[in-house]
Structure formats: C-alpha cells, structure tokens
C-alpha cells in the first residue's frame, strides 16, 4: 500500500511494533551460509545452521546470544545543536536544458516556471557562504539544471572563483556536473580533466532505448549528441571521472542490456534509477513493475559477478555502492546528505534541500542574500528521521535505505519498498560471496581499499604464532619449514637431518598464475619453469622413489651441510633461510642416481598482498604433529600444556525450559565419565583412582571428544549459553529511589540472615542422631544454611556498599546509609509474614525457599536496582555488583530445595526427627550473644561510615567477633535456646 508521509514526524496514535533488531537470510546456493544482518549498525554475520534455525523459531534464548554476541549500538542522535554548516552544494545555474525528455520530473529544467539562468554574482555569492561555512574542510560544487553548459560562462567563472576562494581559506575544492553531454565541447573536456571534475551523464541505455524518451527538440538523435561530445574525455578523462546514469521507465525494465550498451559506449561507471515521478504518469513504474525490477537488477548483477570472478572490476554502480556502504558498515538514519551535508542553490539564489526541490516551497531553507535556516534545516532532518517515519521505523533495511528520497516519497508515496527490501537482501548475500572470492582470489581491493581478509585462523596465522615453546603451541612451526623449498616436503625436527617425504609437483608455487600481480612475491620466471620442469620429469621421478635427504642449502654465498646434524638443529638452520633464491642439494644412500642439486627459492609463507598463508598448505597440516591425536591430553598430559588444565568435578546441565532441579544443581559429577546419560545421578568420587575406572580411554576419547561439555558457572552446557536473563524491570525515576529502594533490601538482608542462623541450630548435629545417612544429611544441611546465612551477610554489606558508592558520586541529593536496622515483614508466597526466629521445621523452609525464588520479590527488587544501575550515568562497577547479589540469589534457591530434598527422609514425626527442641532464649540467658551482635553492628556501621567496604580494621574486628557468636550461639543450642536476635 502507498503511503504519503508529511514532513511533520508527529508520531502515530496507535502503539508501534517493536523495530526488528535482525534479518535472517537463507541463502539458497552452493557455498552459501545462514546469515543475520544486525540492523544496528548494519552488521552481518554468518552463523550455525543451529543458532540460524532456532532465531527463525523465535527461540528467546537464541535471540538473547544472538544480541549479546553482537552487542548493540546506539541510536544515532538528532540533529539539533550538532549541524555543521554543508560541505557541498549544486548551482542551477541553467534552469532549461537543451532536450526534451518525456519522463523529466523538472520540466526541462524550469520546474513549472520559465526558464532562468543563474547570474555569476549568484553563485559567487553562494560559494563565499560554502567556504566559508566550511572552515577548512573539503568543499564540492556542483553545477546542474537542467543542462548547466547551456550558461558556461558562470559554469567556468565559479569554478575559477571557488579555487581562488578556496585557497585563501586553506580548504580544498572538488567540482561535480550533471549533464545529458550534448553541448560540451573541447574546451568543457580540458576544464573537466583539469579540474578533477565528477560528470554524471545522464543516458538511458543504446541510441534505441535512449532516444525513445531523451529527444532532441532538433530531431538529432539525443545518444548521438552525447556520444560524440563526450568521446574524447571517455578515451581521455584525465583528472576526471565520468559516470552514466539510466533512468528506467516501465516501458522497458531491462538493465542488463542498458550496462552492456553503455559500457560499450566507453563508460566505466553505469547506474540506473527507477523513474517514480513524471509529467507522464504511464511511464512511473507500479506496483507490480517492482519485482520485475528487481529480477532484472539480480539478472544484471550475476552478470556482474561473472565479470568480477574472470578478473574484472566493477562497472555496474548500483551494485558496487551498496557493497560498499555494507563493507563500510553504513548505517544512515537518512537517504542521502540532503539538507544535512549539501544544499541546492536555485536560479534566483534560494537554497533548497536538494536539486530534486527546487523551487518547492515545502523545501525551502532560505536564501544566499539571508543565509542557511538551521532551524529549518533541523526541522526538516528530525522529521525525515527514518525512526520517525511509518511504515519506515519498522522495517529491518531502514538504516541501510534511509527511508527513500525525500522528494519522491512525498510525491508519490512508497511503491518500491518491497523491491528496495528485496535489492538490499540481495546485496547482502552478494557481499558474503565477495568476499569469499576476495580470499579465496587474495583480491582484497575488490571493494575499492585495501583491506585486511580472513585466511587460516588467527591461531595459524604467523603473527599469532608462539615461536618461544617447542614446537609450537598454535600451530608446529616445524610444518611451515617441511613446505620452505616449493614441489618438496621434508620431515623437520626428525631423529637424524631433514628426510624427504614427498614430492608436491601440483605445488601452486610452481604455477605463473600464482604470482600474477605479485612481483614481489614471485620467483625469476626462468628458475620458476626449470625448477617445475624438473620436478614434473626424470629427477622428480627419482626423488618420488624414496629414500632421499637434505644434504645441504646454499643462500647467499654460503652453505651448510645438514645430513648429520641432529634433525632440531637441521630445522632451525632450514628456518634461518630468508625468501629468495636457494640451493639444494638431496642425497640417497642406495639405487641412482644418489645425488640431486635443485636451484630455486625460499617459499614466501604467506602472500605480502593479503597475509593469507599459501595455499599449498593442506587444511589441518600446519597443526597435525601437535600431540597426535590432541585429544589424549583430555586423558593424560605428561606436561603442563593446555589440554591438561581442563575440569575434573563439574555439575551438570540443566534441562532447557525445566525449573532448576536441585540433585542436577548440586551433585558433583565427573566431565570425562564414559556414561553420558542425562539421567545418571551417580556422584564423582572424591579421588582420581576412584574415578578412573568410569571415564573414558584414550580411544575413546578420540571418538567421542565432542561430547565433552563446555563448563560454564561450574555446570555443563552442550547448547549455545545465556546467563540467566535478570527479569524486565522498570529502573527508579531517580537516583534517591534507588537509594530508598537500596535502604529497604538492606534490612531485608540482615532479618532473613538472622532467621537463617536461627533457625540453623535448631537443626540437630551429627552427634545427636545415629546412622551414616542421618548424621551425614544433618551435617550438610547445617553448613549449607551457615553458607547461605553469610551469603545474605555479603549481601548487606554490597548493598550498603552501593549506597555509599551513590552518595559520594553526588547523585544523591541527601544521605541514606549505612543501614544495618531490620524489616518488619518479610516477602512470602503471594505476600509478606511478619519476621519471626523459628526452628526449620518444612513450613519454615517453605518460607526460605520462596523468599530466594527467581523473580520472587526480593530476586524482583534487585531485578529494579540492576535495570537502574545499567543506565550510563552510573558506574559499571554498581552494574556488577548488583548483579553478583542476584546470581548468589540463584544459588540460595538451589541450596534450600536441596536442604528440602535431604531432609525428605528424616521429616516424620512431629516435630521432625531431624529437629531438636530449640525456644528462643531469655534476655538474661541470651545477654551475651546479643551484646556481641551489637557490637558487630557497631563496627560494620562504623566501617561503612567510611567507605572502606573490604579490608577496614573495624571489618576485621566485626568478623572475629562473629567467631565468638558463633561460639555462644552454640552453647545456647546446647541448652535448648537460640539466640534472641529481635
């Protein structure tokens, strides 16, 4: 459906769907990969068929890896109070033009008016503005119409003036036209060559196609005109670069045929543009022209692609452009520089936003008598800011088209944006494939600039190597030396010298097409065919027989015999050649002949155009000799190299979806056991020999070392992981409600740390019940609580932590801690309960258990605090400790329901037989104890006064009194009583 969009950027009255974040591409040919493009900074990715198929599935968890993979970018900012004065603008300086062409969106130039010409104080007048507004950046001056050499004398007058101005403002200065070429002449050609000039022809194809629409008002054919004008700057352009543009009616929608015309006229550089506007309404393309378009568009730039793998540059610009803007990374929130970075100047000197307005009220930004408006210019940008447009803001290519030309859209709406969609989805896949030419060819300027590709692994990649450890840890630095002399392999690092183990006559090195383009790479081509020669005929054959060493090389002037030195010293001596030519000399201890001298050169180990490692080596050679097979180091490693420092005792993974089972949670299991089964429950054995009878051997290590999981927060994970997503959350409006918020979670702490520590001692010791199984249950759950009663304890000081680090930052506005009080309620099962120190009989630890739930309130509250503390105006050092106090939250979860799972067996009676009768002790009793927890509070209180939150005396003093609490809270259990904390 079109849609017109006025410039108001008033945002719609219904709530908007969320902007797609991605763009999944299947890409349906050989060789192709899944790809995503990241809308965000117009980022592609190929990824796993896996991850690939789980994000078409709306996997939250794939999308979650996906983005923090890839990480986000921000949005880019508006444009008020950053607007740079324009770098660039267009003179109309001929408002008429020479033709008449049918489709002409500006009326032959007088856009609805009479025809008018530009007078040269004018366009001095606008270029004084430009340079001046440019303070010394590079400024481009176009001239237009029309047909701009219909007034050359202003056209050469202005171009003198803008180098004059030009220089005395210390700026340089570019020069553009766009002209359909009828009416230049020799002197035209030597001021567009000698000015660097960039011509933009306007042709629509051969003379059949183009004069069917661009007439000469003479009859003469308009592709005629042109093409004799312009044939000496094609043959000549000197300093100047000549593109042709085609407009595309839809009359005719062929564009392959339009390139191969125009490129046989003489043209390098030819694009084409749909018309969308027109007089003549029948030739403005459709809604059912578009996928038409395109096809002919995918059908021109195959034949592009045809060009480019035989050799050949780009000559089709539409293409060409787009994959460079993605190489680029371009991500624009607009079309073009429209009104940001450029400007048109009509006849009459009014500035409008682009040569496509002029003279169109609606885009008009002032005049060169009263200078630029800013403020219209940044009215207009913010309104066209394709995250302010429908249906723009929700679609995936926005920042990619930046929301079509702005003339046009307001014209005739948005017919074309399945087909722009369409050309964009295309041009990315066509980019993955370029550059997989642009390695597999080392063409890294395919795309206009040298660039750094991708060839072997960074891990293999020379620069990356550690060339200090025998022999190698990335790769064996042994096996790039087996390949120095190009058509022979040799044994390096062996008992005795450097044997010969192969002859490689298909060695790429030996070929001339290797080194086309690469003369500094490349051997003499004599030494190249004689060594080849040799290699394909008798002395190849004889070396092929077997048998054969390295006797001695010669480089330089020098040689050194290598057949009786021990074979690591024959490989260093190999390693100390330098590329360039080598002599060798191979010998053999039986049958003939046994002596063989080869001339030729030291193999370049990676090309110096692309870095790329030659292409004689085969995948998996350079790392082959690394403790064959690698993966009996998993087993056992004789030595401290890395596969010897992998885990021992993990826990295991969790089922996708399922609420974290706590025998899964807290069984220790071994990772190299042989039984892989996700229902195995049996526990890893406390010492090495009592597990070795369960893990796997050598052999089967080798096959079956994929399904060695990954260890991640120290449990197993076979799929793509993602920590725990902290629940949405709305952050505090302020810096003062988050500190309130922070005061509350405080006491909230210390209360459920000292019903933990209650309600710990009434849980009976080992040397109260009988039996290993009881003994050993009551003991656990014991330390389990005391763990997870100092957790909370940390928790209270990185909460008090937080308030000071937010207080002396300044961002409060009054000060709120230390807290060290205690709350009143306590968050339970669909509400609160008063705090209260009970046994733990099952209710009460029923109680625990949904006090430390996932996104229960106290997992909710901390949830607000870590949304409020990701927001940039505070440290990340908060964001980290909010989020430790959230993921020891998990883990307190886990605890009590494996506390709830091992006390299972011992909860009958009433009270349980695990439970011993415990009341809470009298003030005279209790005295001691609460006095030292006074204490301890005074000297925390103290500490967090100060902000030393970690190692302050008064810390150190707070923790050895706890010792001694611990001491008299044990006698009071003794005696049947707790200590009466509150």
Known sequence: MT?????????PSHTPEPPPRWRLIDVDRPGGRPLVFVVKGSRLFGVERDLFEALQAGVADAERVLMEAVGETPRGQDFAARLPEPAAISLNIAQSCNLSCTYCYADEGRFGGKAQFMAVSVAFQAIDRLIDGAQGRKVTVGFIGGEPFLNREVLYESVAYTRERARAKGCTAGFSATTNGTLINADDVRLLRDNGFVVSVSLDGGAILNDRHRRASNGVSGFDMALLSLRPLLENPGKARVAVRAT?????????????????????????????????????????????????????????WRRVRSGAGFRFS?????????????????????????????????????????????????????????????????????????PCRACWARYLCGGGC?????????????????????????????LQEMVLRERPDLLGREVILPGNPVTTRLEGGVGNCFPGLEFDHRNLDRRFFPGLVFAMGSSTGAPLVAVDAADPDLSPAKFEGLPADAPPTAVQTALRLALNGAEGQALGEGGWSLDS?????????????????????????????????????????????????????????????????????????????????????????????????????????????????ETPIDWLRSDRAAARTAAAEGTEAGNRDAQMDHYEINERWQDLSMVLQRHENSRVFSP?????????????????????LCKLEQTVALEYLYALYSVKDASQVTGKNFKDAVTFVRHEILAIAVSEMRHLRWANQLIWELEHAGLTTQ?????????????????????????LTPAVLTDFIAVEKPSGTLDGAYARVLATLRQPQYPEALQQLAE???????????????????????????????????????????????????????????????????????????????????????????????????
């Open 248 to 304: 595309v009616a839809r009359d005719d929608l062929r564009v392959a045929e339009r390139i191969e015309e125009l490129a046989e006229a003489g043209f390098t550089e030819i694009g084409v543009s749909p018309l969308r506007t027109s007089p003549d309404a029948s030739l403005v393309l459709r809604d059912d022209d578009w996928q038409r378009l395109l096809e002919e568009m995918i059908r021109a730039s195959e034949r592009e």
């Open 815 to 839: 000060k709120f801690g230390p807290e060290l009080g205690l709350s009143d309620k306590v968050p339970n099962e669909g509400g609160e309960r008063d705090r209260a120190l009970r046994p």
């Open 3 to 11: 849609q017109l969009i006025t410039l108001s950027g008033n945002p």
């Open 884 to 982: 430790r106090i959230l993921a020891d939250g998990m883990q307190h979860f886990t605890r009590f329901r494996e506390i709830e799972r091992v006390l299972a067996p011992f909860a009958t009676g009433n009270p349980p037989a695990y439970l011993q009768n415990l009341t809470k002790a009298s003030k005279a009793a209790g005295k001691a104890a609460v006095d030292l927890y006074k204490g301890i509070l005074a000297d925390l209180e103290s500490a967090y006064q100060s902000g030393d939150m970690e190692d302050a005396a008064r810390i150190a003093d707070a923790r050895a009194a706890m010792f001694t609490l611990k001491n008299e809270a044990d006698k009071l259990a003794k005696a049947g009583t707790g200590v009466p904390y509150f």
């Open 724 to 744: 725990r997503d902290v629940e949405a959350a709305n952050p505090f409006a302020s810096t003062d409600g988050l500190a309130r918020e922070l005061v509350k």
């Open 318 to 390: 539409n293409l060409a452009i787009a994959l460079k803007q993605l190489h680029a990374g371009s991500a624009k929130p607009l079309p073009c520089g429209s009104a940001a970075n450029y400007v048109s100047v009509s006849a009459q000197g009014e500035y409008f936003t682009c040569h496509r307005t002029i003279d169109d009220a609606r885009f008009s930004l002032g005049s060169t008598a009263d200078g630029l408006s800013m403020r219209q210019r940044e009215s207009f940008l913010n309104a066209r800011h394709v995250d302010r447009q429908e």
């Open 553 to 665: 090389i010669a480089q330089g002037g020098k040689t050194i015999t290598l057949s009786n030195l021990d074979g690591m010293i024959a490989w260093r001596l190999v390693r100390s050649l330098e590329p360039g030519p080598v002599d060798i000399v191979l010998t053999r201890a039986a049958g003939q002949p046994r002596r063989i001298t080869l001339n030729g050169w030291r193999r370049r180990f990676v090309s110096t155009r692309s870095g790329v490692i030659s292409e004689a080596y085969q995948p998996g050679e350079l790392t082959q000799s690394l403790c064959s097979p690698w993966m009996h180091d998993f087993r056992d490693c004789a030595c401290t190299y890395w596969a010897s420092n992998h885990p021992d005792i993990v826990l295991g993974e969790q089922a996708l979806g399922a609420d974290p089972d706590p025998v899964i949670e």
């Open 406 to 434: 702005h003339a046009e859209v307001l014209s005739a709406g948005r017919s074309g944006c399945d087909y722009i969609r369409g050309w964009l989805e295309y041009c990315l896949e066509f980019y993955d494939r370029l």
